[in-house]
């Protein structure tokens, strides 16, 4: 479910000032994106696309929303054995650009069929067949992922917070399923189109400390500075 970035910002920019950041969940309109339908609808078409002219789709957000994180992973001396979960996997870009990177012990979940399906083809082409991708729902996989090293996100949080039937409390399931999956001082990763670095920090102010922000693009408008996206890094603590 990993969001395509000209989908999944519709409902609220990131890019906003201090005099924004008392946006609330009502700003944020249900909509399909929130829907697992519309993401197996969108992977079930790249997947065709896949098998017709071998083109894995986009790199949600960019090239640079992935080498991002990277450069903060090996700033950060994450080891190249460290357990690592990709979140929303989507087409498996960044598992493989992870790979190649030398990191070993990598996971990718998603609850669309159609995109493990095209990952698995994606893996495969790549020669990366050690990797483990998984159907699994985030939400509701109790007990099934744990004592990971890091997690990573670029995306899906944004389209669990425009699910129309209950966006409040998928929001709280996330949270609490991401502290299940990381190991106790484990690393999280967000990036975010729709969520201010204020809103993340209150959405995960229980069992996680803040530990930076990595510098995104920023542009002007109107006399206001913003960014099109947020990444931040967040540790799990007791």
């Known amino acids: 479910m990993e969001a395509h970035t000209q989908n999944s910002c519709g409902s609220v920019n990131n890019s906003v000032t201090d005099e924004d950041n008392d946006l609330n969940d009502a700003d944020f309109a249900p909509s399909k994106l929130g829907t697992k339908e519309y993401w197996e609808d969108v992977y079930q078409k790249d997947l065709e696309t896949f098998k017709d002219i071998g083109d894995v789709g986009e790199i949600w957000f960019g090239e640079e929303s992935v080498n991002r994180v990277l450069r903060w992973m090996e700033q950060a001396g994450v080891p190249q054995n460290a357990a690592i979960l990709d979140i929303g996997t989507?087409?498996?870009?960044?598992?493989?650009?992870?790979?190649?990177?030398?990191?070993?012990?990598?996971?990718?979940i998603d609850y669309s069929p159609a995109s493990i399906e095209l990952s698995r083809n994606v893996l495969r082409m790549e020669d990366?067949?050690?990797?483990?991708?998984?159907?699994?729902?985030?939400?509701?996989?109790?007990?099934?992922?744990?004592?990971?090293?890091?997690c990573v996100d670029k995306g899906t949080f944004d389209a669990i917070s425009l699910n129309p039937d209950n966006?409040?409390?998928?929001?709280?399931?996330?949270?609490?399923?991401?502290?299940?999956?990381?190991?106790?001082?484990?690393?999280?990763?967000?990036?975010?189109c729709n969520w201010t670095k204020e809103q993340l920090l209150e959405k995960l102010s229980e069992g996680f400390e803040f530990e930076q922000e990595l510098p995104t693009p920023s542009f002007q408008f109107g006399g206001k500075t913003g960014n099109t996206v947020t990444t931040l890094i967040f540790k799990r603590v007791l």
Do not use: W
């Not at 067949?129 to 004592?147: H, R, S, Y």
């Open 167 to 192: 966006a409040k409390n998928s929001k709280k399931l996330y949270v609490q399923s991401l502290r299940d999956a990381l190991k106790d001082k484990g690393l999280f990763a967000i990036t975010s």
């Open 128 to 150: 990366l067949t050690d990797i483990a991708v998984k159907e699994m729902d985030f939400l509701n996989c109790p007990g099934e992922l744990k004592d990971f090293d890091v």
């Open 90 to 108: 989507g087409n498996a870009a960044f598992l493989v650009e992870l790979a190649k990177h030398g990191y070993r012990n990598l996971t990718g």
